[in-house]
């Protein structure tokens, strides 16, 4: 009988150890979530897409989380938009998830006229891998884009500067910069329709404004207006 309490510890410490090994019953973490959602996004957008009429040509938007969020229908009321954003997406020639292992769902199976992407900053926030790796993924995106459906339009979309709220401000916004230097000479040199949202939404600092953002990241409701001018020609 002596023996049981130090068998029940043992049993316990080696179920613990299971608990953080085997896949399935591991505590949850924050990346976890968000495979989750980005999975559960890609399955609803395919499921719009089978609903989509046969005639509809969309104006289609591919991003992260600052897409995502972007009230589409709020600001372009009957016109046929399609939001594809997810929160803390990437372009996807580096690592597991990106935009380019979901483009059936994102871009070629919505029927679109126009594909507005926007892509790039959680890349650039994660690895300190030079920017001039991820323009060369947003080229694969656009060159696989254009050759899939040749008569739609791509447009490119600089990266917005982060805020002073934003914890590593001064790391990130010069990588913001060099990478949108690179995006500006691939829109010029592919003949691609350029949104310079980076110029937008600067201040005379280079930062996101603070009255346009509550964590210098993601924009507020109120601070899509400007987007939605500066696109407002390009949608059908």
């Known amino acids: 009988m002596a023996a049981r309490p130090h068998l029940t510890l043992v049993l316990l410490v080696a179920f613990a150890a299971l608990l953080a090994v085997a896949p399935g019953i591991r505590p949850a973490r924050a990346e976890d979530k968000w495979e989750k959602h ?8 395919a499921r719009e897409n089978a609903a989509l009429a046969a005639d509809r040509k969309s104006a289609v938007f591919v991003g992260d989380s600052i ?14 938009v399609l939001n594809r954003g997810i929160v803390a997406d990437r372009i996807g020639n580096v690592g597991e998830r990106g935009v380019l292992r979901r ?10 006229a126009v594909v507005f992407i926007l892509i790039g900053v959680n890349d650039l926030a994660a690895s300190p891998r030079p920017p001039e790796l991820y323009v060369e993924g947003f080229a694969t995106l656009v060159d696989r884009i254009r050759e899939r459906l040749p008569k739609v339009k791509v447009v490119v979309q600089t990266c917005l500067p982060v805020g002073r709220k934003y914890g590593r401000h001064a790391t990130l916004n010069p990588r913001i910069v060099a990478y949108n230097e690179g995006l500006r000479a691939l829109a010029k040199a592919r003949g691609l329709t ?14 996101l404004p603070d009255d346009l953002s509550n964590d210098g990241l993601h924009l507020k409701r109120e601070g ?12 059908p």
């Open 194 to 207: 350029l949104v310079d949202l980076h110029k937008l939404y600067r201040d005379a600092e280079g930062f």
């Open 224 to 235: 899509f207006a400007k987007w939605a001018e500066a696109v407002r020609p390009l949608i």
């Open 38 to 45: 980005w999975h559960d996004r890609v399955a609803a957008f």
């Open 67 to 80: 897409t995502e969020g972007f009230p589409l229908e709020k600001h372009f009321a009957g016109k046929p």
């Open 103 to 112: 483009l059936d769902e994102s871009v070629f199976d919505c029927r679109p």
